[in-house]
């Protein structure tokens, strides 16, 4: 089905609230697994329903958001979705104390009650009043971050405009593109120490009501971490420090060689060529034309996939007026379809939508039949090996976006990529730190922060600037206030994309071929799970990083 044609009705709470009392009371009071079973599937009807339904709703208002009657849609979803929560939770609660559990474990799978049981843990009637205040402060960063209205040769940009000139070969306009960046969020630091103030605080609060010691307990919980825990972490980013942070030293020091400048600075960090970093080639329909010959030499399975995506007009990527910005992929269950959402600008994040979105989007293509429904996803850092993987997978095939300058794509990718894992890394350990003391200072945070910019990426000289030399860079993380403990998932998906990368380097077929059974898997095993039965090495097992360093 084309996504113009994909019919909307709005889901009522009300009667997805009715379902889901009388399914659970059904489940509760079973005879059988067949039974209670049965209740589930029913309920996964009315929420693949509720969820196709709200999803329409807010990809038909980030294209056009001057739409009222979706305007208006999205925002009935956004206002029920803690209700559906709430009752999901119920749900995954009946479920794991079932008295039938052995033998539902056996249809459903041992993986699908370990995410029940983390499900029930993460939360409860108590902590919703905090769920709400979290959110109001949430969208109040990024609010705040949004409004943002720099004035900069003679026009108004928004921070992600202001990025685009800190890799432009002309190294004066880095530095006042970069110090435009510092000054709006030195004039802004207060109110941002003021919001991730309330915010730990609360997550704090909320840990210790449910139980837990502090937020860094709760935090793994809420990520569903069902494989690994704070021990093997912290060890990953001990060998992060020990092996690749001199690794990526000694490759900065390269780059700024190539670059021609002998005294590196913080703003020199966002180029890679003299001349500039490559752009994209050729106008959208061709970008779009030339990833259909990129997908379909790749593999069959991928030919197939871009040919349905094509097909079902489930890209939206041209900048419009009234469209939102940023870009995601999305699924829309009940169609069976996956959708993306761009906004083309001419740079190399054109092709990332091409090649990161679309490994979520093949993810989602493949798993779209399997069963049950809540392991067709695996966790944050198993969904990023699709993308990140499908980046390096789609190398060969550079030449058709960036024609002479694809040997310089590749190496910026495999560059840039080594270089994100220790700052990655700095912003978990920044997490671990924050939430275990949680009553340090605005002050004490910047403090800790610029104690790990010394530890995790030494080669960084912000030249005096105040905001970035007293520790402030992390305000400007939207993660670390939105999403906490979401970070190290992109540093460990790194290392395993870098480990097929190296593999593809030798034997490119074998490559793809364990790339894709591990895609075919969905969320049926841990990400542990995945990257050994694909023949990889954990990023948790000391040494992991002499694979990928040579
Ligand atoms: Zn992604």
Redesign the pocket.
């Known amino acids: 089905m084309k996504f113009p044609d994909m019919p909307y009705q709005r889901a009522d709470v009300g009667a997805v609230v009715d379902t889901y009392n009388a399914e659970i009371a059904r489940m509760r009071s079973a005879s059988d697994a067949d039974a209670v079973a049965a209740c589930y599937d029913k309920l996964t009807d009315a929420y693949v329903e509720w969820s196709t339904m709200a999803s329409l709703a807010s990809t038909r208002n980030s294209i056009d958001t001057t739409d009222p009657f979706y305007k208006e849609e999205n925002a009935y979803y956004d206002e029920n979705a803690p209700v559906v929560e709430e009752l999901r939770n119920r749900m995954w609660r009946a479920l794991t104390e079932s008295p039938h559990r052995t033998a539902l474990e056996q249809r459903l799978g041992t993986l699908f009650f370990v995410n029940a049981d983390l499900a029930v843990r993460g939360m409860n009637e108590q902590a919703v009043p905090f769920m709400q205040q979290i959110n109001k402060l949430s969208t109040r960063y990024g609010d705040l971050i949004a409004s943002a209205q720099i004035e900069f040769d003679g026009k108004q940009l928004n921070l992600p405009g202001l990025g685009y000139y800190m890799q432009l070969p002309d190294r004066a306009t880095r530095k006042r593109a970069f110090e435009a960046k510092s000054q709006w969020f030195a004039r802004n630091t207060d109110e941002l120490d003021d919001i991730y103030d309330q915010l730990v605080k609360l997550r704090t609060d909320m840990a210790h009501t449910l139980g837990y010691q502090d937020f860094v307990e709760l935090g793994y919980v809420l990520m569903g971490r069902n494989c690994y825990d704070a021990t093997a972490v912290d060890g990953f980013r001990r060998q992060v420090k020990r092996d690749l942070v001199p690794y990526v030293a000694a490759l900065q020091q390269r780059r700024a060689e190539r670059i021609g400048i002998s005294d590196p600075k913080a703003y020199d960090a966002g180029l890679y060529f003299k001349q500039g970093n490559p752009t994209p080639i050729g106008t959208p329909d061709e970008i779009f034309d030339n990833g259909g010959v990129m997908y379909g030499k790749l593999s069959e399975a991928t030919r197939e996939f871009y040919d349905f995506m094509r097909g079902g007009e489930l890209f939206d990527c041209l900048t419009k007026p009234g469209k939102r910005g940023g870009g995601y992929c999305t699924t829309f269950p009940k169609y069976g379809t996956p959708f993306i959402f761009a906004n083309f600008n001419g740079t190399t994040g054109d092709i990332d939508v091409l090649t990161?979105e679309c490994g979520?989007a093949l993810a989602a293509y493949l798993s779209r039949d399997m069963y049950p429904y809540d392991l067709r996803h695996p966790t944050m850092e198993s969904c990023?090996i699709h993308?990140m993987g499908m980046e390096f997978f789609t190398a060969p095939y550079m030449d058709l976006f960036f024609g002479d300058r694809a040997d310089d794509f590749r190496t910026m990718q495999q560059e840039s990529a080594l270089v994100f894992i220790p700052y990655g890394t700095m912003v978990d350990e920044y997490q671990h730190i924050i939430y275990s003391n949680p009553s340090l200072t605005p002050k004490e945070r910047k403090a800790a922060w610029l104690d790990l910019e010394r530890q995790y990426r030494p080669w960084l000289d912000f030249d005096g600037d105040a905001f970035y030399g007293s520790g402030g860079w992390w305000q400007q993380q939207m993660h670390i206030y939105e999403v906490p403990f979401y970070y190290i998932d992109y540093c460990l998906a790194q290392h395993v994309a870098l480990q097929f990368n190296a593999l593809r380097l030798k034997d490119a077929s074998d490559a793809w071929q364990r790339y894709l059974a591990l895609v075919r898997k969905g969320g049926s095993k841990t990400f542990v799970e995945l990257v050994g039965e694909a023949g990889l090495q954990s990023p948790f097992v000391d040494g992991a990083f002499g694979l990928i360093l040579g």
């Open positions: 990161h979520h990023e993308s």
